[in-house]
């Protein structure tokens, strides 16, 4: 978002100072005089264009900018200027959805699929972003359309994720899997999504195997529901 942001206000900028040195020139007598103002026009467009600072905004509803300062975390709820090289600012998700599931053989013997959501939250920013990897720019990954993804499935790969949310699925869906293999004959027994008590036991079997060690990363995860597919 930052960067369509930026190519249109420097190209609103460009078009404003070209502007303005018309207007200065058709002022001016002087033709010196003019030519200094022309002059400076192109150098101020010129250093706008390369320069390293931009504006990093924030999607709202769906990410916010964070900043590092000696190692803390500070929030910029409408943005920040930012520096291209060193410490630059991050757009962190503020939700990110993962579809898991596994299939098991049920005890009648019957082959079940069971599907499940899971929704995580960076509620660490120090230690999530600790790994350097793991500090992209943009929020979410772009879809075919531009559209931005904000849920993640089991069947792709993050290896070559580009977003923030992609590297939060990473770290969730890495438990995710071991979960799935510690318990998938348990798993078969849940076989319907719409009693409450199965959606509890299911929920808190679910959270006492990740909560812990996805609390160590710095992120908070909440069970959404099972289906049966």
Known sequence: MSGLLWFFGSVSA?????????????RLRS??????????????????WLSPLYYEFPNYGQSHVVSFEDG?????????????????CINVPNR???????????????????????KA???????????????????????GHEESRHEYTM???????NSGSAEVAKVVLNELFKFNSAHSTELA???????????????QMLLRAIAPPLAQEGLRVTFERFTIE
Request: hydrophobic share 45%; aromatic share 14%; charged share 20%.
């Open 96 to 118: 990110v959805l993962i579809n898991a599931g596994v299939t098991s053989l049920t005890s009648n013997p019957k082959v079940r699929r069971i599907g499940y959501v899971v």
């Open 31 to 48: 033709e010196k005089a003019a030519v200094a103002v022309w002059s400076f026009t192109a150098a101020t467009i010129m250093a706008a």
């Open 189 to 203: 027994e849940f076989d319907n999504p719409l009693d409450v008590r199965q959606n509890n036991r299911f929920g």
């Open 155 to 161: 069947q792709e790969d993050y290896r070559p994720s």
């Open 72 to 88: 803390a975390a500070v929030e910029h709820p409408f943005g920040a200027f930012c520096w291209e090289f060193g410490d630059r």
């Open 14 to 26: 460009t078009i404003i100072l070209i502007t303005l040195g018309q207007w200065w020139s058709h």
């Open 121 to 143: 939250e960076i509620v660490w920013p120090e230690r999530f972003y600790a790994a350097e990897s793991r500090r992209k720019t943009a929020a979410w990954t772009s879809g």
